[in-house]
């Protein structure tokens, strides 16, 4: 054979080429049969023009919170590809399906591609222009007559930490509290529970740390298709020995791994814990040291377990007792053990007790601020954490700070703009400080009576900003508001079910967003590490990023200038990393400052440095930090706080990662002490007790007063270490080994919420009549987060003739949220094409449907959802699951045709939540989605 060269400089050979390529054996014997005037003469080629350079964009998945690396490759600015980041310390290459396929969210043919508004019920394309200017004038017109309160803003756990920031400015400089994001529905509780238990709202360790665990209790979790990358890591421990306890009405994939399955009553977690407690205490398996040293409260909860004996657990939970104390003796004999909970511990109306019961659980082990053990709290939605932390929420201003008189003036001075111009934004200083409503019940503010709704005006208009109306409870009614509003914007890189399910011919504008992958900016993980994703491409078809999107609405409204007084625009679009320099200015509280834009995207950069199951730098220019800079990173960025891999660990320095409990709560309560006894501090602290947070008064008692520069001393008089913008009242507090916030004792007894001690209640709808009496349930509340919420009215209802099966919801792997983004990716929506209730086989046989055939979910709302029965064992006589992903469907109803052309999801299927009861948390409004009551009827 001849060989030919392929170009004058290449010096390629035909057959190194052929032999490369591995073709070169077998092609004799091919061209034996091939006709002759196949064979043709080899000659010289044109020379192959030189490939396009390609890039290795760095970014995160967008789906869940275990926060997954992923390398984009893009070439002459698209994206090609997507490569496995083996470098992760978290997901080290693996991905799940999701994960896997998340290129396809760059190029999904179901996007919104232009702004479009519905005119005579069809959906008709429309301007940038003429879109901001029509919305913007109805704005307008909506705030002259009936005030800013009119106006509700749901925003997204999709946004990145600056976008999410930005936004909560938005609504304040817009003059309402009226703003919230997919938190309040789905871990608002242990927002709540935790930090009002341990002094911060969020998990205490991280998913490498369950490398060190000996025992884990999965409690209302179901990582294994919730968060499949975390379970690399507990896989990892159950190598090393760790015992594993699962405990889920449902057999789970999760139930699967476990030494110890426990099948419980959905709605009895309190119970179920106390009983585990009443083990633990009576064998004397309690780390007695930790209580006495770091809880206070602790003998009210030992009152009330003993209460709890082994029979009343098992009548009320359904679990016999030798398994409930097995799951006690496991955890409580094998140290360090953790506890990781998800949504069905949070989304009831007990929500913040089931959270706290779980927190106590933990303190009585010792296992709170140890490596291996931990609160182990995974967030669902990829950036919940970050915009829980810094974004709309509306009972606080970014950080945590409250809405109180000092947190706007803190707020106010960080944007370069004045309080009483912030002030005169809003209907009146009391409604300035009151708690917005929320995302679970934006609907009855507007079809409830104006006189029991607590603010001047009914809700008129709602932005449904990157968030799917799907993923809320009572959909009749929310369908009901949604036709009362003057009108309705959606703004969202797909359509989601908003723009289907409205029953509107008019009022309805949708405007379509950038993904995440379309632009850059900083995302939280559910370990408090943040990330920087870098842009892979630029935003497609008329999309923009949702900031540009807030500014240009920012100055058709009159306050773009204040917006972004400190902030450098670019062609209409607000500089990201200029926005993360003022979270870093501002979120003291919480310790956002040290994580500078400069110092995320190092890490980023350096990812092979980190330890996967340390999460520390051993090498390189980040060596010494901890991977995302977990926060509290403390101080300012030049600080160069390594991040908080632990929360409330006593065995670290403050200044290399240490914490001890918040003192939060004051100095004693009831004459019981609240900071810490002798004894137990801080390694390296100069004061070996307990001690209050830091402010001016306490920094020159203790004479450290002078180690503040001049400038420092100016800005700190008067302020604590949450609002000193010199960061100099934290920096000499950590130089003496002490944490600003304090040194305080853990909180088992909250006197402050509704169950200073968590107890018992049955769930609102529920098929234990006998028990309603026993365990009662919260009286009515006239307002509460501004709207009047039922309790005992609902619960005083026997529905349990009439609907026999308890009925809950849960995640599946290939879907997430409310599914339109992952239901419209051609590689996951062939994965699960139909909507589904797993029904046991002998309620199966009750109606006589067989597996893959229709029936009918009918509920207590009136409701009734066409499903596709999976009959199976999984889930037990009397209890129906289903995955709360689908929509697109209304009652038996397929409403593609109410889509815009060419935007409805690839999958559509009922959504669960259409058919979900009445039931609201007592502290934070999360609803209730994991227990309720159904009948099936075969379709």
């Not at 050979?13 to 080899?42: D, Y």
């Not at 940038?128 to 007559?145: C, M, S, Y």
């Not at 803003?153 to 609504?171: A, D, F, P, T």
């Not at 182990?376 to 954490?385: F, L, P, S, T």
Request: aromatic fraction near 10%; charged fraction near 20%; proline fraction near 6%.
């Amino acid at each position: 054979m001849t060989l030919v060269k392929t170009s004058r400089d290449s010096g390629l050979k035909r057959r190194r080429f052929l032999v490369g390529a591995g073709v070169t054996a077998g092609a004799g014997a091919l061209a034996c049969h091939l006709p002759l005037n196949v064979i043709q003469p080899a000659t010289a080629a044109d020379p192959v023009p030189a490939r396009p350079t390609t890039e290795v964009k760095h970014t995160v998945c967008s789906h869940c919170s275990v926060g997954c690396s992923v390398e984009a490759v893009v070439s002459n600015g698209v994206w090609i590809r997507q490569e496995a980041a083996f470098d992760s310390p978290i997901n080290m290459g693996a991905h799940c399906a999701k994960g896997a396929s998340v290129r396809e969210h760059g190029f999904g043919e179901h996007r919104l591609r232009y702004p479009m508004k519905l005119v005579n019920g069809k959906y008709e394309r429309i301007t940038w222009d003429q879109a901001v200017n029509e919305i913007g004038d109805r704005l307008l017109k909506l705030r002259e007559q009936s005030g800013p309160d009119a106006l509700m803003v749901i925003g997204s756990s999709k946004h990145s930490n600056e976008q999410s920031y930005l936004l909560r400015k938005w609504v304040s400089m817009w003059g309402s509290n009226n703003c919230d994001h997919q938190a309040r529905i789905c871990h608002s509780t242990t927002v709540a529970g935790v930090a009002q238990t341990y002094g911060y709202g969020a998990m205490t360790n991280s998913f490498n740390d369950l490398h060190y665990s000996k025992a884990v209790l999965f409690i209302g979790s179901n990582p294994a298709e919730a968060h499949p990358i975390s379970m690399l890591h507990f896989l990892h421990a159950k190598e090393l020995g760790a015992k594993m306890i699962v405990v889920d009405p449902r057999f789970t994939r999760t139930a699967r791994f476990a030494h110890h399955y426990v099948r419980i009553r959905p709605g009895t977690d309190i119970a179920f814990v106390w009983g585990m407690l009443w083990h633990i205490f009576n064998n004397g398996w309690e780390d007695k040291e930790y209580i006495a040293a770091r809880t206070y409260g602790m003998d009210d909860v030992r009152k009330e377990v003993a209460k709890w004996t082994p029979d009343k657990v098992s009548d009320v939970t359904g679990v016999p007792e030798a398994s409930v104390r097995m799951a006690a003796e496991m955890l409580a004999t094998n140290k360090p053990s953790s506890v990781v909970w998800c949504m069905g511990i949070t989304q009831h109306h007990v929500g913040t007790a089931n959270v706290r019961a779980l927190s106590i659980l933990q303190l009585a082990l010792g296992n709170i601020g140890v490596r291996g053990g931990g609160a182990n709290i995974y967030r669902g939605h990829d950036n919940v954490q970050g915009a829980t932390d810094v974004g709309p929420n509306g009972e606080s201003l970014p950080g945590y700070y409250g809405i109180a008189e000092g947190a706007w003036k803190h707020f106010a001075t960080v944007w370069g703009v004045d309080y009483d111009w912030v002030k005169s934004r809003f209907g009146s200083k009391e409604l300035m400080e009151k708690p917005g409503i929320t995302v679970s019940r934006w609907f009855d503010a507007v079809l409830e009576d104006n006189q029991y709704v607590d603010q001047p005006t009914n809700l008129r208009a709602v932005f449904y900003w990157g968030h799917a109306p799907n993923s809320q409870t009572r959909l009749p009614d929310m369908k009901a508001a949604m036709q009362k509003l003057d009108f309705m914007v959606v703004i969202d890189p797909y359509p989601s079910m908003t723009a289907a399910m409205h029953g509107r011919s008019d009022g309805v504008y949708l405007l379509p967003a950038a993904s995440q992958f379309e632009t850059q900016g900083s995302v939280t993980a559910s370990n408090r590490s943040i990330q920087w994703r870098e842009r892979v491409i630029q935003p497609l078809f008329e999309c923009k990023t949702d900031h540009e999107i807030m500014y240009l609405f920012a100055k058709k409204l009159g306050f773009g200038e204040q917006l972004v007084k400190n902030i450098k625009v670019v062609n209409n679009e607000p500089v990201i990393e200029d926005i993360l320099r003022e979270i870093n200015r501002s979120c003291w509280t919480i310790g956002y400052t040290g994580c500078s834009p400069e110092r995320l995207k190092l890490h980023m950069e350096h990812k092979r440095d980190f330890n996967p199951t340390t999460m520390r730098a051993e090498s390189g220019p980040c060596k010494g930090d901890y991977y995302g800079l977990p926060w509290p990173c403390w101080g300012t960025p030049e600080m160069k706080h390594p991040g908080t891999p632990i929360l409330y660990d006593l065995h670290k320095p403050v200044a290399e990662g240490g914490l001890p409990f918040r003192a939060n709560w004051g100095v004693e309560h009831n004459g019981e002490p609240l900071l810490a006894a002798d004894g137990s501090f801080t390694k390296d602290s100069e004061i070996d007790t307990g001690y209050p947070e830091f402010d001016h008064v306490f920094l020159k008692k203790l004479g450290w007063w002078a180690e503040l520069t001049p400038e420092e001393q100016v800005q700190a008089e008067g302020k604590n270490w949450k609002t000193d913008l010199s960061g100099g009242i934290i920096r000499v507090a950590i130089a003496h080994g002490c944490a600003p916030y304090g040194n305080a004792r853990a909180r088992c007894n909250v006197w402050n919420f509704p169950d200073p001690v968590p107890t018992h209640r049955e769930p609102l709808v529920t098929p234990r009549r006998d028990l309603v009496a026993k365990y009662p349930t919260y009286d009515d509340k006239a307002a509460f987060w501004r709207l009047p919420t039922l309790y005992k009215s609902v619960q005083a209802v026997d529905f349990s003739k009439d609907y026999p099966l308890i009925m809950t919801s849960g995640r599946l792997v290939e879907y997430e949220g409310g599914g339109e983004e992952t239901r419209s990716n051609p590689w996951l929506a062939e994965l699960q094409q139909n909507m589904f209730c797993e029904v046991n086989p002998e309620d199966a046989a009750q109606i006589g449907v067989k597996l893959g055939e229709f029936m009918w979910v009918e509920t207590p709302t009136g409701a009734r959802l066409k499903l596709m029965a999976m009959v199976t064992p999984r889930v037990p006589v009397g209890l129906v699951w289903m995955p709360f992903h689908f929509g697109g469907w209304w009652m038996g109803e397929d409403l593609e045709k109410h889509y815009p052309e060419g935007g409805a999801p690839a999958v559509r299927g009922e959504a669960v939540n259409t058919g979900w009861t009445y039931g609201y948390d007592a502290v934070t409004m999360m609803q209730e989605t994991k227990v309720s009551l159904c009948r099936l009827v075969r379709a």
